[in-house]
C-alpha cells in the first residue's frame, strides 16, 4: 500500500525550504546535527564549528537570522523545556523530508534561484 500523494500546499511548502536550503550558506551537515540534537545560533557561529557546518564563516547575529528565516518556512522549530521555548532550533518533519534525498552535499542553486529566494525572503509582497 502506497502513502498518499502530499498536498499542494505540502509540494510548495517543500520547494520553498528545498530552494532556500540550497541558497543559504549551512552545510548538509549542520541540518542532519540540528535533526540529532538541538543547537543554538552561538554554537553554530563558533569558530570551531564554522567550516563543518557552513560554507562561510557567520556571526551569532547574522546565524539567528538565518534560523528565523528558516522557521518561517517551516524547516526548523524552536526547541521547547520545562520553561517554554528556548534559543535552540532542530529541524521539523518538513526540513527532514526536504533533506532526504541529499546524500553528500546539498547542491548549489544556480543564479536565478538566488535571486528568487533573496527576493522572497527580502521582498515578499512583490
Given amino acids: 500500500m502506497s502513502s498518499p500523494a502530499p498536498s499542494p500546499q505540502r509540494q510548495r511548502a517543500m520547494r520553498r525550504a528545498r530552494q532556500a536550503m540550497r541558497c543559504l550558506p549551512f552545510r548538509l551537515a549542520f541540518y542532519r546535527e ?5 543547537m543554538s545560533s552561538l554554537q553554530i557561529a563558533a569558530p570551531a564549528n564554522a567550516g563543518r557546518l557552513s560554507r562561510t564563516p557567520l556571526s551569532a547575529n547574522h546565524t539567528e537570522d538565518l534560523l528565523i528565516w528558516l522557521i518561517r518556512l517551516g524547516v526548523l522549530r524552536r526547541e521547547v523545556d520545562g520553561q517554554g521555548l528556548t534559543e535552540r532550533v532542530r ?9 532526504a534525498d541529499w546524500r553528500d552535499t546539498i547542491p548549489p ?3 536565478l534561484t538566488r535571486l ?3 527576493l522572497r525572503q527580502h521582498r515578499p509582497r512583490l
Fill in 109 to 111: 542553486a544556480g543564479p
Fill in 34 to 38: 540540528i535533526d540529532g540534537q538541538a
Fill in 116 to 118: 528568487s529566494h533573496w
Fill in 91 to 99: 529541524l521539523t518533519p518538513l526540513g527532514r523530508d526536504s533533506i
